[in-house]
């Protein structure tokens, strides 16, 4: 089955502690994204990537880290959170040439206490 | 100012009855334009795309206004599945950026 998985879906932690939010796709797509959701503020691009080892930032991307060393999988890595970060992430694929048409993942809760 | 503007309802739809929204973009060299669809905070998924003369898929019709910087949703025959959230999506340019919308919340009720 063709899809985005997210890992972990639902995650509390406190400020300052390192996490990393997997993504991995199995369509085989170059581009990757990751968003944030918050309530009134729509999805906001957190980073992308065109392909393996090309990653740019998008509109946020104060407080994140990624990396494209597969093509399948690109990690989002928050190296201290903290409150301002809690939030629902989702991570999306698509195929070069056609990223409007995005595949997103199923979502990660954030809590940062 | 948002790029992507959108009233963010709810609109409260009895079922068989026809709603539409519109959504307002501020970037007059944005290229694409695109309907998601988004349940109680699940996944985004794709609708529609909207072209510029209009475009229908099945009783969903959407249409773009380039001159006023518009595009709109209709939804004919409401069905209560079509109660969600949709997500006006917008292309700055060709390659890797889009602007969502906050979504416009649509209940449709029995």
């Known amino acids: 089955e063709a899809q985005v998985t997210q890992n972990p879906r639902y995650l509390i932690t406190v400020t300052g502690k390192k996490l990393t939010v997997t993504c991995s796709q199995n369509?085989?797509?170059?581009?990757m994204s990751w968003y944030r959701q918050d309530p009134g503020l729509g999805l906001r691009q957190i980073y992308y990537?065109?392909?393996?080892?090309?990653?740019d930032k998008g509109d946020v991307p104060e407080g994140y880290k990624v990396s494209r060393k597969e093509k399948r999988n690109f990690p989002l890595i928050l190296e201290s959170p903290s409150p301002n970060q809690t939030s629902l992430y989702f991570c999306?694929?698509?195929?070069?040439?056609?990223?409007?048409?995005?595949?997103f993942g199923p979502g990660t809760r954030l809590l940062v206490l | 100012r948002k790029e992507v503007e959108q009233d963010p309802g709810p609109f409260n739809v009895p079922e068989g009855a026809t709603v539409a929204f519109n959504c307002t973009y501020s970037?007059?060299?944005?290229?694409?334009f695109f309907w998601y669809r988004q349940d109680c905070r699940k996944e985004p998924k794709l609708l529609m795309s909207?072209?510029?003369s209009g475009n229908e898929d099945g009783r969903f019709t959407a249409q773009l206004n380039r001159a006023s910087q518009y595009i709109s949703l209709l939804i004919r025959d409401s069905k209560l599945s079509d109660s969600a959230t949709y997500l006006c999506?917008?292309?700055?340019?060709?390659?890797?950026?889009?602007?969502f919308g906050a979504g416009t919340q649509v209940v449709v009720t029995p």
């Open positions: 990537s065109m392909n393996v080892e090309v990653t």
């Open positions: 999506v917008v292309s700055i340019v060709s390659w890797g950026k889009l602007q």
């Open positions: 369509m085989n797509h170059e581009y």
């Open positions: 970037n007059s060299a944005s290229q694409s």
């Open positions: 999306a694929s698509s195929y070069q040439g056609d990223q409007e048409t995005q595949y």
């Open positions: 909207v072209y510029s």
